[in-house]
């Protein structure tokens, strides 16, 4: 994995509610991801999309214990993250903090019955589409996630792109599409983040979905660091 650029990624997740952490994962690793797929014994739960009016498509949620390459982006990602939301949350005026380790997060989900795991892995073929919205699973969120493009856009698909929405308060919705190339992540938030106004910060509400795509199939591999209820 290469080594993010905090510093950066912080300016941006700030200033456009989104991050690009290129080349995250090489396409050995993305490869071998989205193989996975076709193999069930690595999940614990499907979602056949427009069965629930969330788009077109599907995806699967892994069991315990997770891959390898998934259980180290959660760990290693977490840390730096938490510092991220930690000023996040005193910006929104939110008394929440979260622990510096994964470990101890997942302690304080667990407790609270909030036990199964969260990275997925997502497939798409033409015409499928992933609606906005937001992964909400239980009272504790982290507020940020991950989403990881396993697939190469223009060879193995076209279309498809990643899209946010920010909510601004008395204005209209903002679109941020963001191009990703194979093994490429994209932080975002979950639901909420701060922006900085004339009167201090204020929150606005952010969803993220698909586009439709053209052709091909498309694999993402999403990373949640809250576990389910």
Not at 17 to 42: M, Q
Not at 51 to 63: I, N, S, T
Not at 121 to 126: E, Q
Request: hydrophobic share 40%; charged share 20%.
């Amino acid at each position: 994995m290469r080594a993010p650029d905090w510093q950066g990624i912080e300016v941006e997740l700030n200033q456009y509610g989104c991050a690009v952490l290129p080349g995250l994962l090489d396409a050995h690793a993305c490869a071998a991801l989205a193989a996975r797929y076709d193999d069930a014994s690595h999940f614990r739960s499907k979602v056949v999309m427009q069965r629930h009016g969330f788009g077109q498509g599907e995806y699967q949620y892994f069991a315990y214990p997770l891959p390898d390459v998934v259980a180290a982006l959660r760990e290693q990602l977490y840390g730096p993250l938490a510092a991220i939301a930690n000023r996040w949350q005193a910006a929104m005026g939110l008394d929440v903090r979260f622990p510096s380790s994964h470990a101890d997060f997942l302690a304080r989900c667990h407790a609270a019955g909030q036990t199964r795991p969260t990275p997925l892995l997502l497939r798409y073929g033409a015409g499928d589409y992933n609606c906005l919205h937001q992964d909400l699973y239980g009272e504790h969120v982290f507020p940020l996630q991950l989403a990881v493009l396993l697939s190469r856009p223009q060879e193995d698909y076209t279309g498809g792109e990643f899209v946010l929405t920010e909510q601004r308060p008395r204005m209209q919705s903002r679109a941020e599409v963001v191009p990703l190339a194979q093994g490429d992540a994209v932080l975002f938030p979950v639901a909420q983040r701060p922006v900085n106004g004339t009167r201090g910060s204020y929150r606005v509400n952010m969803r993220h979905g698909v586009s439709r795509l053209r052709s091909g199939a498309r694999h993402t591999l999403g990373i949640i660091f809250h576990d389910a209820g």
